[in-house]
């Protein structure tokens, strides 16, 4: 509604004036793979501000961070580049990614590449709405020595994952992208053992892509 956006405006004032204008650049991943990304009209803006009207899912924050990540390996810049902020007015909360500097977003997102290059193999179970639900209750996850999930997190993440939901009203697990009863991870998993796959997936990436995340993102409100 008029004011729901009139309050999310109010929100973005705290930060800027209004959102930040953007352009659409390429840019070059591989010899052979050429990304189109959205980064500030202005290249001297050292903040850039989104305002969304959807709701922060954990989700959403996961595709926030890689346009964080994008556009700080865009600019190519030095060590002053850990200072820009990349702030996303949501809905219910705002975000705050900041920190990282080019040269550790390139180091960050060669591991996405690499999770992308492995998914056109075969399936990788490793739901963002699931890995980052924590951070929906501004909790962050424990990690082992080894850079695992330790068993506390694992167990609460493992739980929802094989969760029915059958008593709760809210959402249904097959709507519910962090279980494995939603319709495209059942589709997806058909006759293999999803809760074994998510074990293996995060043992072998979730500290690498997730962890970074809750190190640099902030979330206010």
């Not at 709405?129 to 068993?151: A, G, I, V």
């Amino acid at each position: 509604s008029q004011q729901e956006y009139l309050t999310l405006l109010e929100r973005l004032h705290t930060y800027a004036d209004k959102p930040t204008e953007t352009t659409q650049q390429t840019l070059c991943i591989s010899e052979y793979v050429y990304l189109r990304i959205t980064v500030p009209k202005q290249a001297s803006e050292t903040q850039w501000v989104v305002l969304r009207l959807s709701s922060s899912q954990p989700e959403r924050r996961a595709q926030e961070w890689l346009n964080y990540l994008l556009w700080l390996q865009y600019l190519d810049l030095d060590e002053q580049s850990q200072d820009y902020r990349y702030i996303v007015v949501f809905s219910d909360q705002t975000m705050i990614y900041e920190g990282v500097s080019s040269a550790k977003a390139c180091t960050l997102l060669k591991d996405w590449w690499a999770l992308w290059q492995q998914a056109m193999v075969t399936p990788i179970v490793l739901p963002a709405q699931l890995l980052l639900s924590l951070s929906k209750k501004n909790k962050q996850p424990e990690w082992t020595e080894e850079k695992s999930l330790d068993k506390k997190t694992w167990q609460t993440l493992s739980k929802h994952w094989n969760d029915p939901q059958k008593h709760n009203k809210a959402i249904s697990a097959d709507e519910d992208k962090a279980s494995k009863y939603h319709q495209e991870w059942q589709f997806i998993l058909q006759e293999q053992d999803a809760n074994a796959l998510l074990e293996k997936h995060c043992r072998e990436w979730a500290y690498r892509l997730y962890a970074p995340i809750y190190e640099h993102l902030n979330t206010i409100g």
